[in-house]
C-alpha cells in the first residue's frame, strides 16, 4: 500500500503529514503562524516565508516520527507548488524536491486548490470517504471562491469564481472592522451565536444573476458603513459585533445557497448520469451554518452532501499527501525542475472577467 509524505506553506500555516492509500492519516503537524502575523491583522508573506523556514523541518521530522516511518519507507514526496504566497511555496517546494533527491523518490507538485478538491474522498472515519467523480465543488478558502465541476483528478470545469473578495477574506475583513481580530472566520462565527441576524438589513450580492460568480465587495461595504453609523466613531459593542455577524453570516450564507443551487442545475444538465453531489472544501467550509445552510439544500435538491472533517478543511498537510497518492495513482510525478506557481488555475481555459483585488482564479 502507498504512503505519501505532504508538505504544505502556501499561506501561513507550515504543516506535513504522511498518509497511506487507504486514507489512513499516519500523522499529521501543523504549526499556525496566527501568532506572528496576529499584530498585522493579516498574513505578511515575507514574515510566512521566513517562518516556514523556521519551522519546516522539524515539523516534517515530527511527522515522519509520529508515522513512525523513515524517509525509504514512503512511495513519494508531495509538496504544495502554487497558488499561494509565492515565499513560502518556494520553500516548502524545495524542500520536498531535496527529500526526494535524497531518498530516491518520486517528487509530486500539488496545486494546493486541487488537494483542497480532493479532500472530501479521502477516507477519514466518517461517511465522506466514497466520494466519486464527477461531483459539483464549492471551493471556499481566504483566496478563493469558486464553482467547479470536478470531472477527475488535474481535470476541472471553473463554473464561477468571486469578482472581488474572495469569502474568506470577507470574513477576515467583517472580523477587523467589528474588532474581533484575526483570524475572522472563526470569530465571526463565534460572535453570531449571540447576534440578531435580521437586525440590520444586508445585501445578498449576486443572488438571482443566471451566471455563477459571486462577490463580496459590496457586503463588506455594507457592514462598514452600518459600524460606521451605528458607532459615530466611538467602539464597537459586543452586542453590535454579535448581530452584525449574525447578518454577515446570514447573507454570505444565503449568497452561497442560491449560487450552489443554479449550480447543481448546471450540473445536472451535463452529468445526466451521475448522482448528484456537493462537495465544500477550503478554510470557510469550516462554518457549521454555512454547512447547515448548503446541507439543507443538498436534501431539498435530492443531492449529496459531503465536507471534509473540520480539522481537513483548513490548511493541513494530509489533503497534500492524499492529492499526491491521487496523482501517483495516476502516474502523474513531477521533475525537480517544476517551477513552484503563484497563480495556477485549476481549470486553464476559464476566462473570468475580474474586478479590482480578485483572486477567483
Ligand atoms: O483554506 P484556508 O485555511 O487557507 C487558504 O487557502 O486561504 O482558509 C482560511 C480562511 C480564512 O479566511 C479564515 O477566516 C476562514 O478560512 N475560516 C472560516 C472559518 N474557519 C476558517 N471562515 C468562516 N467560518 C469559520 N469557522
Ligand atoms: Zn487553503
Redesign the pocket.
Given at each position: 500500500m502507498k504512503t505519501v509524505l505532504g508538505i504544505e506553506t502556501?499561506?501561513?500555516?507550515t504543516a506535513a503529514a504522511v498518509v497511506r492509500e487507504d486514507g489512513a492519516i499516519l500523522s499529521n503537524v501543523v504549526v499556525s503562524q496566527l501568532e506572528d502575523h496576529r499584530p498585522f491583522g493579516g498574513v505578511v508573506p515575507e514574515i510566512a516565508a521566513r517562518s516556514h523556514l523556521d519551522h519546516l523541518s522539524p515539523v516534517v521530522g515530527q511527522a515522519m516520527r509520529e508515522a513512525g516511518l523513515d524517509y525509504a519507507d514512503l512511495d513519494a514526496v508531495a509538496a504544495t507548488a502554487g497558488p499561494?504566497l509565492i515565499g513560502g511555496v518556494i520553500v516548502g517546494a524545495t524542500a520536498g524536491k531535496t527529500i526526494a533527491l535524497g531518498a530516491e523518490l518520486p517528487f509530486i507538485a500539488v496545486n494546493?486548490l486541487e488537494a483542497?478538491a480532493l479532500t472530501a474522498r479521502l477516507a477519514s472515519g466518517d461517511d465522506s470517504g466514497d466520494v466519486c467523480f464527477p461531483y459539483l465543488l464549492l471551493l471556499?478558502?481566504?483566496?478563493?471562491c469558486q464553482l467547479l465541476s470536478v470531472q477527475g483528478v488535474g481535470a476541472y470545469r471553473l463554473y464561477g469564481a468571486t469578482l472581488d473578495d474572495?469569502?474568506?477574506?470577507a470574513?477576515?475583513k467583517t472580523?477587523k472592522l467589528l474588532g474581533l481580530g484575526?483570524?475572522?472566520?472563526?470569530?465571526?462565527?463565534q460572535a453570531a451565536r449571540n447576534g440578531d441576524p435580521c437586525r440590520f438589513a444586508l445585501p445578498r450580492p449576486m443572488v438571482g444573476r443566471t451566471d455563477l460568480n459571486f462577490s463580496f465587495a459590496g457586503l463588506k461595504t455594507a457592514v462598514r458603513q452600518t459600524v460606521e453609523r451605528e458607532t459615530q466613531g466611538g467602539s464597537v459593542s459586543a452586542q453590535l459585533a454579535a448581530d452584525l455577524s449574525a447578518g454577515f453570516?446570514a447573507a454570505a450564507g444565503d449568497v452561497l445557497l442560491d449560487r450552489c443551487r443554479r449550480a447543481l442545475g448546471r450540473f445536472r444538465s451535463e452529468n445526466p448520469d451521475a448522482a448528484p453531489t456537493l462537495v465544500v472544501a477550503?478554510?470557510?467550509?469550516?462554518?457549521?451554518?454555512?454547512r447547515a445552510v448548503l446541507e439543507t439544500l443538498c436534501r431539498s435538491e435530492s443531492a449529496r452532501f459531503a465536507a471534509p472533517p473540520?480539522a481537513l478543511?483548513?490548511?493541513n498537510g494530509a489533503m497534500v499527501a492524499w492529492a499526491g497518492l491521487e496523482r501517483l495513482r495516476e502516474g502523474l510525478i513531477d521533475d525537480l525542475g517544476f517551477k513552484p506557481r503563484p497563480r495556477w488555475p485549476l481549470d486553464p481555459e476559464a476566462v473570468i472577467k475580474k474586478g479590482a483585488g480578485a483572486h477567483g482564479v
Open positions: 502556501s499561506c501561513d500555516e499561494g494546493h483542497h471556499v478558502s481566504g483566496g478563493h474572495a469569502i474568506g477574506e470574513f477576515d472580523a484575526y483570524p475572522g472566520g472563526p470569530a465571526v462565527e453570516q477550503g478554510g470557510v467550509a469550516a462554518n457549521t451554518h454555512l473540520l478543511c483548513t490548511d
